[in-house]
């Protein structure tokens, strides 16, 4: 159900600003922003109203990372109707805004790829807010579940590929030891967010790319050498530096809950945010799918392929808001922005997301008292969820 009106009252809920929650406060809604969050004791005149019912309402959830849901990948058939259906999907878990996120795969996919989000951008579509490449320039020794055969040096065109007109906020997950020095240092420049996932530099070559302009950290511990007395690697680097951003997947599986409060706890304050690493049966009552022609398999909330390994996640934004409250011990209002309000920061968002204050778009999720999504804005359109 959708619903749609060049204004809004919002009334009879909690407000969480991104900075606390606030009661017996109102939101108004104009031409997609929010236009003023006030006391509730104005009268609304002829703006249509919006029960909230008692409701937290929190800025939309952010994900960097989606490589599928509704049942598809982003991979399998890179263009609008599937960018469409994932956003959908994930919609109806309280992300407002998601980059779809291509896996390593061939130079024609990765060309198609972003010729399906510029044309979904120019199309007006809501929620894409651009385009996520993880790999094809990994290690790989730390592959995962990417395909060995697509993982690659860099092609010629990437540097044009990636920092082309038309794509919005551009993430590139690469291995740092693989691509020449200076690469990251020239995508940073163009506005790209270059992180270091599926990898395994030395101490030497993690320092140079954060020299060099490296943003962040993808999925922070999966896919690289684990943290050890007398190795910090990519992990203890990327704790230790305050600039960068982790992502972090709370699913429960990828990485013990004790691991995450400890990271949580070393972490520069802001600088850990939540990704899904969603996968086309997010939203999608499919138990498997195709990746690179190997089965996927859904069971006991893991995504695995035949040998065990993990194949992204089964997991929903609001399921990591859930589990980072209640697994990692986390406030309400730090997963929240964990889910919004970092995310945001991390793509240079901050001034216009993740917040709910005058002049920021309204991109909105509205919880119950369960923690279950009721109601989701996007650019003030309204959708009702079950």
Wanted: proline share 5%.
């Amino acid at each position: 159900m959708n619903a749609g009106h060049k204004s809004q009252l919002l009334v009879n809920g909690r407000i969480f600003t991104g900075e606390e929650i606030l009661p017996k406060r109102e939101v108004l809604l104009a031409d997609g922003m929010i236009g003023e969050v006030r006391l509730a004791s104005r009268s609304a005149g002829d703006i249509p109203i919006i029960d909230l019912e008692g409701g937290l309402l929190a800025p939309g959830f952010i994900d960097c990372q989606v490589n599928g849901g509704g049942g598809v990948m982003f991979n399998d058939r890179p263009d609008l109707a599937t960018i469409a259906a994932i956003i959908q999907a994930h919609r109806a878990f309280g992300s407002t805004g998601l980059l779809p996120t291509l896996i390593s795969d061939d130079w024609a996919v990765m060309k198609k790829a972003a010729g399906a989000v510029r044309d979904a951008r120019r199309a007006g579509m809501a929620g894409l807010l651009g385009l996520h490449f993880e790999g094809p320039y990994l290690n790989p020794a730390k592959k995962g579940a990417h395909d060995g055969r697509r993982i690659r040096p860099l092609d010629d065109g990437a540097l044009d590929l990636f920092t082309g007109p038309g794509l919005g906020k551009v993430v590139v997950t690469l291995a740092p030891e693989i691509v020449p020095p200076g690469m990251i240092r020239r995508l940073s420049d163009a506005g790209v967010r270059v992180c270091a996932g599926h990898c395994a530099p030395t101490d030497g070559q993690i320092a140079a790319a954060l020299d060099e302009g490296l943003a962040g950290f993808t999925h922070l511990f999966n896919a690289m050498p684990p943290l050890t007395s007398r190795e910090p690697g990519v992990v203890g680097a990327a704790l230790a530096d305050q600039d960068s951003w982790c992502g972090i997947i709370v699913d429960g599986h990828h990485v013990d809950p004790i691991t995450l409060r400890v990271a949580i706890a070393a972490k520069a304050r802001g600088r850990i945010m939540l990704v899904t690493d969603a996968m086309a049966a997010v939203g999608a009552a499919a138990r498997s799918f195709q990746l690179s022609g190997q089965t996927v398999t859904v069971a006991d909330g893991r995504c695995s392929l035949p040998d065990g390994t993990l194949a992204g996640s089964n997991l929903d934004m609001l399921s990591a808001v859930r589990n980072t409250h209640q697994l990692l011990d986390q406030p309400l209002e730090e997963a929240l922005r964990m889910a919004s309000l970092y995310p945001a920061e991390f793509l240079g968002l901050g001034e216009s997301r993740g917040r709910i204050a005058d002049g920021y778009c309204a991109d909105l999720v509205l919880l119950g008292d369960d923690l279950a999504v009721r109601r989701t804005w996007i650019g003030g359109q309204m959708s009702v969820h079950n």
